[in-house]
Nanobody, 116 residues
Framework: QVQLVESGGGLVQAGGSLRLSCTAS???????MNWYRQAPGKQRELVAR???????TYADSAKGRFTISRDNAKRTVYLQMNDLKPEDTGVYYC???????????WGQGTQVTVSS
């Protein structure tokens, strides 16, 4: 069982920055790590992904502003968010996927609120 704990959310003005962290209870070197966002009244959507070999993928809305990274030694994945916009507001969830078994795990989420 993988437990994920997110931190770093908060209230920020438009144009500001936040860095989210997600620390796992197990080593993560073999896991695909993802950040999802759920805005009020909307479905959860993928924001950024990083594979076990470091390949990254971003939602169009995140490209050029967000950076996902991982530190396997610290069992932590990060999401650096710059130039935040009000539409970035939502609960951000960390997700870990065991690719071979297709088993995934979720954190409890961290709230990000961007004021205009």
């Amino acid at each position: 069982q993988v437990q994920l704990v997110e931190s770093g959310g908060g209230l920020v003005q438009a144009g500001g920055s936040l860095r989210l962290s997600c620390t796992a209870s197990v080593i993560i070197f073999s896991l695909r790590m993802n950040w999802y966002r759920q805005a009020p009244g909307k479905q959860r959507e993928l924001v950024a992904r990083i594979t076990n070999v470091g390949t990254t993928t971003y939602a169009d809305s995140a490209k050029g502003r967000f950076t996902i990274s991982r530190d396997n030694a610290k069992r932590t994945v990060y999401l650096q968010m710059n130039d935040l916009k009000p539409e970035d507001t939502g609960v951000y969830y960390c997700n870990a996927l065991e690719v071979l078994s297709q088993t995934d795990y979720w954190g409890q989420g961290t709230q990000v609120t961007v004021s205009s």
